[in-house]
């Protein structure tokens, strides 16, 4: 069963930066793709970025491309989201998930959120008035 816990969230100001891990736990596969989220109050949850393990593809939102960046760690099994030049408007809970690891996914295009199987708890992110 994979297990997947998001941290480095926090309070920052705008302008400012914070690099977002998602540690993944037991079974990992090559076909999966690993994607982050994010929920403010009373608002959709939002794809905001993903990155495949099969292909190696990334997605961006439109509302974080060129701030943020995904990467991946194998030898340390975590996905890392590093958020640079944060606006008020990034404030919400970020959520990492992952795709079935028994069926491949790209992330050009990005995966539906039906297709994440497995979502980790969220970590809250803050950027100050």
Do not use: H
């Amino acid at each position: 069963q994979l297990q997947l816990v998001e941290s480095g969230g926090g309070l920052v100001q705008p302008g400012g930066s914070l690099r977002l891990s998602c540690a993944a736990s037991g079974f990992t596969s090559d076909y999966n793709a690993i994607g982050w989220f994010r929920q403010a109050p009373g608002k959709e949850r939002e794809g905001v970025s993903c990155i495949s393990s099969s292909d190696g593809s990334t997605y961006y939102a439109d509302s974080v491309k060129g701030r943020f960046t995904i990467s991946r760690d194998n030898a340390k099994k975590t996905v890392y989201l590093q958020m640079n030049s944060l606006k008020p408007e990034d404030t919400a809970v970020y959520y990492c998930a992952a795709t079935s690891p028994t069926v491949q996914a790209m992330c050009v295009p990005p995966p539906p959120p039906y297709e994440y199987d497995y979502w980790g708890q969220g970590t809250q992110v803050t950027v100050s008035s």
